[in-house]
């Protein structure tokens, strides 16, 4: 047997002040025909990244409308996952494609998943490519099966993706983020879905906290919370972009010496490129004690990344490649000022001048931070409409309305 998540209790109900009754109802009444249906959530870690953080809340507000939803982690090893890291950098656009032996192994792991996946359900979802073969050697153990995607699939590694494109057919059904990530080889043959993520407004990251509990927190860290603080959240890789985002802390602070760099990421213990990368994140900082580079084995958890995202007179999020960027959202529904790469989902979430802006150089992402330090009026009235924007469209309950509908076309 697969190993289950234990996940908390969640109720539908308390989101109605947020979101408003009439999507609350669209999914009381969606979920009367869904009703009973048994549900599995396929993906390949509990830990870390945006697919838990949705499924965290995902999972418990589907049973709390009447599904019998559950979630199973995949095993593997290191070889594995060595595998499938490479299999996700080629399909966010990397030259290299697996080598042979790699394919091997990223089969001979689905095999082994497949053997201990229980059967017996109504739609089995697959998060992403790593357990994506599953499907094709136990496809009796589900009624339907639907492929939910969450990396940027613009600009694929062509072979990389040609491999997969077979497998993504046999499904009842796939989910990309945005239209520019459904691979053109499907070609129309199969349902696409397009369903962008959402967060937890209830959630410990997200939930409000006090002006005075998120300085109290980010103290603790050494922010001198009198001075003005910049800050990105988010894992130590290349394609998230920390050290544009201390090219541009410099720009800044050329003009205004006081601000403050925080730089908050989570880090897995058996990814080596990670640490590679903070290293060399901290070699760049080069000992400036305005920059604070944390990561999660500093104790940073939800509250912390909640307190540093509440604090911050802007949150950036100045990535390269952007499958969505939950931390955009995040940071907009704490009515922050917002400043976003021009990449992937970011744009979804901000349309430049209104809810935030959007730049592609550490100079106008400098340029701009300025002009937000300088006009306070401005950053309210962007972080307010970035927060509007953000109920209206990325709150969990209107996700859980999308895959009603869904359960209910599948039939
Ligand atoms: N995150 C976190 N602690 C950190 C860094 C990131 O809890 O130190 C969370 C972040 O708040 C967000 C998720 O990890 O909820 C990252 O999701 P996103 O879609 O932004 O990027 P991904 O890591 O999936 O590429």
């Given at each position: 047997?697969?190993?289950?998540?234990?996940?908390?209790?969640?109720?539908?109900?308390?989101?109605?002040?947020?979101?408003?009754?009439?999507?609350?109802?669209?999914?009381?009444?969606?979920?009367?025909?869904?009703?009973?249906?048994?549900?599995?959530?396929?993906?390949?870690?509990?830990?870390?990244?945006?697919?838990?953080?949705?499924?965290?809340?995902?999972?418990?507000?589907?049973?709390?409308?009447g599904?019998?939803?559950?979630?199973?982690?995949?095993?593997?090893?290191?070889?594995?996952?060595?595998?499938?890291?490479?299999?996700?950098?080629?399909?966010?656009?990397?030259?290299e494609?697996?080598?042979?032996?790699?394919?091997?192994?990223?089969?001979?792991?689905?095999?082994?998943?497949?053997r201990?996946?229980?059967?017996?359900?109504?739609?089995?979802?697959?998060?992403?490519?790593?357990?994506?073969?599953?499907?094709?050697?136990?496809?009796?153990?589900?009624?339907?099966?639907v492929?939910?995607?969450?990396?940027?699939?613009?600009?694929?590694?062509?072979?990389?993706?040609?491999?997969?494109?077979?497998?993504?057919?046999?499904?009842?059904?796939?989910?990309?983020?945005?239209?520019?990530?459904?691979?053109?080889?499907?070609?129309?043959?199969?349902?696409?879905?397009?369903?962008?993520?959402?967060?937890?407004?209830?959630?410990?990251?997200?939930?409000a906290?006090?002006?005075?509990?998120?300085?109290?927190?980010?103290?603790?860290?050494?922010?001198d919370?009198?001075?003005?603080?910049?800050?990105?959240v988010?894992?130590?890789?290349?394609?998230?972009?920390?050290?544009?985002?201390?090219?541009?802390?410099?720009?800044?602070?050329?003009?205004?010496?006081?601000?403050?760099?925080?730089l908050?990421?989570?880090?897995?213990?058996d990814?080596?490129?990670?640490?590679?990368?903070f290293?060399?994140?901290?070699?760049?900082?080069?000992?400036?004690?305005?920059?604070?580079?944390?990561?999660?084995?500093?104790?940073?958890?939800?509250?912390?990344?909640?307190?540093f995202?509440?604090?911050?007179?802007?949150?950036i999020?100045?990535?390269?490649?952007?499958?969505?960027?939950?931390?955009?959202?995040?940071?907009?529904?704490?009515?922050?000022?917002?400043?976003?790469?021009?990449?992937?989902?970011?744009?979804?979430?901000?349309?430049?001048?209104?809810?935030?802006?959007?730049?592609?150089?550490?100079?106008?992402?400098?340029?701009?931070a300025?002009?937000?330090?300088?006009?306070?009026?401005?950053?309210?009235?962007?972080?307010?409409?970035?927060?509007?924007?953000?109920?209206?469209?990325?709150?969990?309950?209107?996700?859980?309305?999308?895959?009603?509908?869904?359960?209910?076309?599948?039939?």
């Open positions: 047997m697969l190993q289950p998540v234990g996940v908390g209790h969640k109720s539908l109900a308390d989101y109605t002040h947020l979101v408003g009754r009439p999507l609350i109802e669209e999914i009381r009444a969606l979920s009367e025909k869904a009703k009973g249906l048994k549900i599995l959530h396929l993906s390949a870690t509990a830990f870390g990244g945006g697919v838990s953080e949705i499924l965290y809340t995902l999972v418990p507000l589907m049973r709390d409308v599904l019998e939803t559950d979630w199973q982690v995949i095993v593997g090893r290191e070889e594995f996952f060595n595998a499938t890291k490479l299999l996700h950098n080629a399909l966010q656009g990397s030259p494609d697996l080598s042979t032996e790699e394919w091997h192994v990223y089969e001979k792991f689905n095999e082994i998943n497949a201990q996946l229980s059967g017996g359900w109504d739609v089995i979802i697959v998060h992403d490519p790593q357990p994506l073969a599953v499907r094709r050697l136990v496809a009796e153990k589900a009624k339907h099966w492929w939910r995607c969450h990396i940027d699939l613009s600009t694929p590694n062509e072979t990389t993706l040609n491999r997969l494109v077979p497998l993504i057919e046999e499904y009842d059904g796939s989910v990309y983020h945005l239209d520019r990530y459904v691979p053109a080889a499907l070609n129309g043959r199969r349902p696409v879905h397009l369903l962008p993520p959402a967060i937890d407004p209830l959630s410990p990251k997200n939930m906290l006090s002006p005075e509990d998120a300085a109290f927190v980010c103290d603790q860290f050494g922010v919370v009198d001075r003005p603080m910049i800050a990105q988010s894992r130590f890789d290349p394609w998230k972009d920390p050290l544009g985002v201390i090219d541009a802390y410099r720009l800044v602070t050329e003009e205004m010496p006081e601000v403050q760099l925080a908050v990421g989570s880090m897995a213990t990814d080596p490129e990670g640490w590679q990368f290293n060399s994140t901290l070699e760049y900082a080069a000992g400036d004690p305005d920059i604070k580079i944390l990561n999660n084995l500093n104790q940073v958890g939800s509250i912390e990344v909640n307190a995202q509440s604090q911050a007179e802007v949150v999020q100045k990535s390269t490649r952007e499958g969505f960027g939950l931390t955009v959202s995040e940071a907009l529904w704490k009515a922050r000022p917002f400043i976003g790469g021009d990449v992937g989902g970011i744009p979804l979430q901000v349309q430049d001048g209104t809810t935030g802006f959007l730049v592609r150089s550490p100079e106008e992402c400098a340029e701009r300025l002009r937000i330090l300088r006009e306070p009026e401005l950053g309210k009235r962007l972080g307010r409409a970035g927060k509007e924007h953000v109920r209206r469209h990325f709150l969990m309950p209107r996700l859980l309305r999308d895959w009603l509908r869904i359960f209910n076309d599948l039939g």
